[in-house]
């Protein structure tokens, strides 16, 4: 669904549809958090709540996905840490802007050999980018700008010359790219 006014909230017997493959809501004004209980829909790889009024935290259960390819959750109002991404080895899109995410970027990110897109801009994420992102050797599309991110840049040589766009302003980040 798609620039709809459906409001409400995700309940948790969604538990119940056990063969979703897919689950699109943006623009749906959804309020409330996402359940865990989508962790146990096993047959999940692609999920979207784009700008919605979700809040509270990215619910560590959608790590449990082991078929997910794209994570889309920007312009909500999460909070916390963004999880750790590791055991889904075909994601390869993953968009959180625009929340209120804090915390480091997890540098289990680096190890997404087939991610493509990854963008985390306006949100309070701190500290380094890890080394690892900037070896991801498919990553087309990094942004990360208006975080509170430091130090220095990463080496993006790993990445077989494949990222096009970039963007780390509005952070106090120190390098050059290479």
Same mark, same amino acid.
């Given at each position: 669904?798609?620039?709809?006014?459906?409001?409400?909230?995700?309940?948790?017997?969604?538990?119940? @549809?056990? =063969?979703?493959?897919?689950?699109?809501?943006?623009?749906?004004?959804?309020?409330?958090?996402?359940?865990?209980?989508?962790?146990?829909?096993?047959?999940?790889?692609?999920?979207?709540?784009?700008?919605?009024?979700?809040?509270?935290?990215?619910?560590?259960?959608?790590?449990?996905?082991?078929?997910?390819?794209?994570?889309?959750?920007?312009? #909500?109002?999460?909070?916390?840490?963004?999880?750790?991404? @590791?055991?889904?080895?075909?994601?390869?899109?993953?968009?959180?802007?625009?929340?209120?995410?804090?915390?480091?970027?997890?540098?289990?990110?680096?190890?997404?050999?087939?991610?493509?897109?990854?963008?985390?801009? =306006?949100?309070?994420?701190?500290?380094?980018?890890?080394?690892?992102?900037?070896?991801?050797?498919?990553?087309?599309?990094?942004?990360?700008?208006? #975080?509170?991110?430091?130090?220095?840049?990463?080496?993006?040589?790993?990445?077989?010359?494949?990222?096009?766009?970039?963007?780390?302003?509005?952070?106090?980040?120190?390098?050059?790219?290479?």
């Amino acid at each position: 669904l798609r620039n709809t006014e459906l409001g409400g909230s995700i309940p948790s017997s969604i538990q119940k @549809a056990s =063969n979703l493959q897919m689950l699109s809501f943006q623009k749906c004004a959804l309020t409330g958090t996402l359940p865990n209980s989508l962790g146990v829909l096993s047959n999940l790889f692609f999920v979207t709540f784009m700008e919605n009024r979700l809040s509270g935290t990215i619910p560590r259960d959608l790590t449990q996905l082991a078929l997910l390819e794209v994570l889309e959750l920007s312009g #909500n109002n999460f909070s916390g840490t963004i999880p750790s991404f @590791a055991n889904q080895p075909d994601l390869y899109f993953v968009s959180l802007f625009d929340n209120k995410l804090t915390g480091t970027l997890p540098a289990s990110l680096g190890s997404l050999a087939g991610l493509l897109f990854l963008d985390v801009r =306006n949100n309070r994420l701190v500290g380094t980018i890890p080394r690892a992102i900037g070896r991801l050797p498919s990553l087309v599309t990094f942004f990360a700008q208006r #975080n509170q991110l430091t130090g220095n840049l990463p080496s993006f040589s790993g990445n077989n010359g494949l990222l096009q766009a970039i963007d780390l302003s509005q952070n106090r980040l120190s390098g050059n790219l290479n």
